[in-house]
């Protein structure tokens, strides 16, 4: 079993930056591709980022791509997204999640067992 807590969240201003981290417990995350979600109100939960175990992998998607960054640090079992620029329409909770196994499907934000609570990010116009 993998445990995930995500931190990180908060209010703020568009154009400001956050940074969330996300701490895993439980088994070792070896070949583990870890990911970022986002579900915003009344929306569908929608795929934001992804690193393979290595670090020599990493995805995006569109909209976020040139201002989120995620990286990972494999001894401490943390995941962080970097987020730059932010936009009101990035308003969301945030997930992270852990699949075990790195294959494309997984960089594209699929087959992902392990989920987090969720850190609410409100972006102020």
């Known amino acids: 079993q993998v445990q995930l807590v995500e931190s990180g969240g908060g209010l703020v201003q568009a154009g400001d930056s956050l940074r969330l981290l996300c701490a895993a417990s439980g088994r070792t995350l070896t070949s583990f591709t870890m990911g970022w979600f986002r579900q915003g109100t009344g929306k569908e939960r929608e795929f934001v980022s992804s690193i393979s175990w290595e670090s020599a992998r990493t995805y995006y998607t569109d909209s976020v791509k040139g201002r989120f960054s995620i990286s990972r640090d494999n001894v401490k079992k943390t995941v962080a997204l970097q987020m730059n620029d932010l936009k009101p329409e990035d308003t969301a909770v945030y997930y992270c999640?852990?699949?075990?196994?790195?294959?494309?499907?997984?960089?594209?934000?699929?087959?992902?067992?392990?989920w987090g609570q969720g850190t609410q990010v409100t972006v102020s116009s």
């Open positions: 999640a852990a699949a075990a196994a790195v294959s494309s499907r997984t960089m594209t934000g699929y087959g992902y067992s392990y």
